[in-house]
């Protein structure tokens, strides 16, 4: 069950704001219960961090926008991943037979030359033939 | 203070169920306290309209669906320092954790980390707190929470076998208080 109201609010509720929350939630949840299996509180973790207590009670209260380098700092001090990223995989399985290109664009720029060239690169991925071409 | 309904507001997520309370003294459309609060600023044309859409993501994914009503997403209210007697054995609480500068606050009245009352909210202004529209909305939640918990005490209410529901003694699906 859900209220009238809600129900039109979540259906109109972007995606990208859905996972914002979700993220943020998941951090700040994740975060807690870190310093508290630890037994790390929030003014030992702004002194291994040489920072002050109010700017980590910021961190954790939401009140900061979390950026890579500051997850990575947390991350380092706690001993936690805080954040996990699929690695994307290297290899590309085809269908047998199917035949498949990857471009690669390639700038060549000419000294005291404003204008430049660009290469674009057809590599047929099954048979190992690369294709240049040059506009 | 007016007789109200305590109502189901969201129930779909897997740990938490939401109530909401609706006077009942006034025309039957009314509005909930909720919904009026997310009448009002989950407008297109309000400018937190996307604040209102993180706090109703916070309150039906985060806390309704993946943790319940846990202490990471709700922070303590010091009614006392507002001088409200009598205290409410409970504090009234405010959905917190999408930032100490979050502009909107919805006050609430956590039953257990699988049933929580909403309430009305506002604007978290610098205006002083006895001024402020919050206030009032804080003092309205106040007494809403105290009679609540009044209805618990009495046996008027309580909580169902599986911890997600609040019945009364009629196990009637609208609870007047």
């Known amino acids: 069950m859900r209220s009238k109201v809600l129900d039109k609010i979540l259906k109109n509720t972007p995606k990208e704001v859905e996972i914002f929350v979700d993220l943020y939630a998941d951090l700040v949840v994740k975060i807690n219960q870190i310093l508290k299996e630890k037994g790390i509180t929030k003014k030992d973790l702004a002194d291994k961090m040489d920072k002050q207590p109010s700017e980590i009670s910021k961190w ?28 994307s995989s290297k ?16 700038t060549y720029r000419q000294k005291k030359r404003i204008d430049h060239h660009c290469e674009i690169r057809h590599i047929n991925i099954n048979q190992g033939e690369e294709v240049s071409h040059v506009s | 203070m007016n007789t109200f ?21 006034e025309v039957d459309e009314n509005l909930s306290e909720t919904d009026k609060f997310f009448d009002k600023y989950a407008n297109q044309d309000h400018i ?23 202490n990471d997403f709700f922070d303590r ?15 009234v609480e405010e959905i917190k954790d999408l930032g100490i500068n979050f502009p909107l606050r919805i006050f609430c009245y956590r039953v257990n980390e699988q049933i929580v009352v909403l309430f009305n909210g506002g604007i978290k202004d610098a205006v002083t707190a006895q001024e402020s529209e919050l206030s009032m909305r804080f003092q309205e939640a106040s007494l809403f929470a105290k009679k609540i918990e009044k209805a618990f005490t009495d046996g008027i209410i309580e909580i169902s076998n ?16």
Request: proline share 3%; hydrophobic share 35%; net charge negative.
């Open chain 2, 162 to 177: 599986d911890g997600r529901y609040i019945n009364d003694f009629n196990n009637t699906e609208e609870i007047i208080i």
């Open chain 2, 5 to 25: 309904a305590i109502e189901l507001w969201y129930d779909e997520g897997n740990m938490c169920t939401f109530y909401t309370v609706r006077y009942v003294n």
């Open chain 1, 60 to 87: 954790l209260g939401g009140d900061h926008n979390f950026t890579l380098k500051s997850l990575a700092k947390l991350s380092a001090e706690l001993g936690e991943d805080l954040i996990m990223v699929k690695p």
């Open chain 2, 77 to 91: 209210v010091e009614n006392n320092a507002q001088a409200l007697p009598p205290k409410p054995k409970k504090w």
């Open chain 1, 91 to 106: 290899s590309y399985n085809f269908v047998d037979g199917e035949v498949r290109t990857v471009h690669t664009f390639v």
């Open chain 2, 48 to 70: 937190y309209y996307e604040q209102s859409l993180q706090l109703v993501r916070l309150i039906t994914e985060s806390i309704g669906n993946r943790y319940g009503a846990t």
